[in-house]
């Protein structure tokens, strides 16, 4: 079945800097969406991507769409305490089907 | 406020005992979903279901059982044939037509003793 493969598992950052993760699959989707969990709680959607090559931000995350449809990155720009927690990619197969990553935990040293 | 309540929020069970664990939703949403969360994994669909007195089986459902006699609630049983029952369960919803965007419950975490 489709897989997707997330990195990093993990970041230790300085506050203030940016981040970057990315998901990758040897299959291609539909959509491609981004989740935060923060610890104790359910996922929150923080972005959805429809088209291959869609860029989209919201605040100071950004994401994209691949152009290949078969991966997709977050940015988080100029990071706060705030923005720890466990960032999911997931991605909708042609099928309907909706897969998630494995998650990067993010932590932010202040 | 609208949203998905999921109850309890810890649940210690012993081995060989059923338990059931609760999601209820106000969002009049049509489809709602069971997934499992362990350490280092990606979520696993459990169960899910798109219309009242209608479910269908995830990736992982064996072990675990559902139903859906109300649009607002899809409680999930973890039965004593789930092997390792031990983890994070979180319920979801979503209008019919938006698979992916999915709207979570906090999430109730079951350990077997």
């Not at chain 1, 989740?35 to 996922?43: A, S």
């Not at chain 2, 269908?56 to 559902?66: F, R």
């Not at chain 2, 029952?85 to 975490?109: D, M, V």
Request: proline share 4%; charged share 15%; net charge neutral.
């Amino acid at each position: 079945g489709q897989q997707l493969n997330q990195s990093p598992q993990s970041m230790f950052i300085q506050e203030g800097e940016d981040v970057s993760m990315n998901c990758t699959s040897s299959s291609i989707f539909n959509t491609w969406l981004w989740y935060k969990q923060d610890p104790g709680e359910g996922p929150v959607l923080l972005i959805a991507l429809y088209k291959a090559g869609e860029l989209t931000s919201n605040g100071r995350l950004t994401a994209q769409f691949g152009i290949t449809r078969k991966d997709s990155f977050l940015n988080i720009s100029a990071s706060i305490p705030s923005d720890v927690g466990i960032y999911f990619c997931a991605g909708q197969t042609p099928g309907n089907k909706l897969v998630f990553g494995a998650g990067t935990i993010l932590r932010v040293k202040s | 406020d609208g949203g998905i309540t999921q109850s309890p929020k810890y649940l210690f069970r012993k081995e060989g005992q059923n338990v059931t664990l609760s999601c209820e939703q106000n969002l009049n949403h049509d489809a709602m979903y069971w997934y499992r969360q362990d350490p280092g994994q990606g979520l696993r669909l459990i169960y899910y279901s798109q219309i009242v007195n209608d479910f269908q089986k995830g990736d992982i459902a064996e072990g675990y059982s559902v139903s859906r006699e109300k649009k607002e609630s899809f409680p999930l049983t973890v039965t004593s044939a789930q092997k390792n029952p031990t983890a994070f369960y979180l319920c979801a919803s979503n209008p019919q037509g938006a698979t992916g965007e999915l709207f979570f419950g906090e999430g109730s975490r079951l350990t077997v003793l």
